[in-house]
């Protein structure tokens, strides 16, 4: 595609439910980043992939989280027992590589509501 | 560790006004530094970047300085017009990832 997609766009969960959030990157990148943006605040860092490498898990905020990443494709955001903590923006991007002067491509988010 | 501070918002100037918005930052290493760019309803992109110190990067108008001196990466425009409102976010990208808070950037007619 042309760009980083994600889905859904709007989210609305009763606490305690699990929730999938997905995310397409464009196409031949082959880093993938997942971000949280509570309001008000920055983009928090969370996990990046690296084509087939073992994922930097490093930003998860608990157990409670976890991505997977298919290769170079789709990956999906899980956060089970969702509190309403969790509320948030939740972007998704992607980059030609995971080099430190790569840009990253943003995906238009998720917007996460819990109850 | 690694960390950004960027100027609060928000900010409101008229038309034509001169933009600064500051941005600090800490690192170990050779971090690359970013200034992003979130128009309204719209998703976050790159507005300019720098990857080494003494760089600059420009975009539509908007020039950043990598200053290892000051640890500094500050947002300039000589001129702004209403279509720059939009809320800006400085990122350094060494290790790991890290983001400002965003600054929200309104221009009045």
């Known amino acids: 595609g042309a760009g980083v997609s994600q889905s859904p766009s709007n989210k609305v969960t009763e606490k305690g439910k699990d929730v999938e959030l997905r995310c397409d990157p464009i196409?031949?990148?082959?880093?993938l980043y997942w971000y949280r943006q509570r309001l008000g605040q920055g983009l928090e860092f969370l996990i990046y992939?690296?084509?087939?490498?073992?994922?930097?898990k490093s930003g998860l905020p608990s157990d409670r989280f976890s991505a997977e990443r298919t290769g170079e494709s789709v990956s999906t955001l899980t956060i089970q027992r969702t509190q309403q903590e969790d509320s948030a923006v939740y972007l998704c991007?992607?980059?030609?590589?995971?080099?430190?002067?790569?840009?990253?491509?943003f995906g238009p988010g998720t917007r996460l509501l819990v109850l | 560790g690694n960390s950004v501070t960027q100027m609060e918002g928000p900010v409101t100037l008229s038309e034509e006004a001169f933009l600064t918005i500051n941005c600090t930052y800490t690192?170990?290493?050779?971090?690359?530094l970013f200034w992003y760019v979130q128009y309204p309803g719209e998703g976050l992109q790159l507005l300019l970047k720098?990857?080494?110190?003494?760089d600059k990067g420009s975009n539509k108008g908007f020039e950043a300085t990598y200053r290892k001196e000051t640890t500094s990466f500050h947002l300039e425009k000589g001129s702004v017009q209403v279509s720059d409102s939009a809320v800006y976010f400085c990122?350094?990208?060494?290790?790991?990832?890290?983001f400002g808070t965003g600054t929200s950037l309104t221009v009045i007619p």
């Open positions: 991007a992607s980059s030609l590589a995971l080099a430190v002067q790569e840009t990253q491509y």
């Open positions: 196409s031949g990148h082959t880093a």
């Open positions: 992939f690296q084509g087939n490498s073992a994922p930097d």
């Open positions: 690192a170990t290493g050779y971090p690359s």
């Open positions: 720098a990857t080494k110190a003494d």
């Open positions: 990122a350094l990208t060494g290790n790991q990832f890290y």
